[in-house]
Nanobody
Framework: QVQLVESGGGLVQAGDSLRLSCAASGRAFTTYTMGWFRQAPGKEREFVASIRWSGTSYADSVKGRFTISRDNAKNTVYLQMNSLKPEDTAVYYC?????????????????WGQGTQVTVSS
């Protein structure tokens, strides 16, 4: 069982930055593909970014503004969000896939955090 705990959400203005963190349990964290998804009111949960041993992937809507990274010594994955826009407003979820590999679909992931709210005002 892997537990994921997100933190770092909040209310910011357009153009501001936020950094989300996700602390994971589990001894094999270094082998996991980790992802961030988001869900806005009335919309489906969508892929934002993922990180695996061989690289990172991003949704087109966040490329150049968001950066995913990980600290394996701390079992933590981060999402640095710059130049935030009102359309980035959503609940952001951390997810873990207990094997490596390219993964951008919701069904690719095995464990989910409880989510953290990000609200961007115009």
């Amino acid at each position: 069982q892997v537990q994921l705990v997100e933190s770092g959400g909040g209310l910011v203005q357009a153009g501001d930055s936020l950094r989300l963190s996700c602390a994971a349990s589990g001894r094999a964290f270094t082998t996991y593909t980790m992802g961030w998804f988001r869900q806005a009111p009335g919309k489906e949960r969508e892929f934002v970014a993922s990180i695996r041993w061989s690289g990172t992937s991003y949704a087109d809507s966040v490329k150049g503004r968001f950066t995913i990274s990980r600290d394996n010594a701390k079992n933590t994955v981060y999402l640095q969000m710059n130049s935030l826009k009102p359309e980035d407003t959503a609940v952001y979820y951390c997810a873990a896939r207990v094997s490596s590999g390219y993964a951008t679909g919701r069904s690719d992931y095995h464990y989910w955090g409880q989510g953290t709210q990000v609200t961007v005002s115009s």
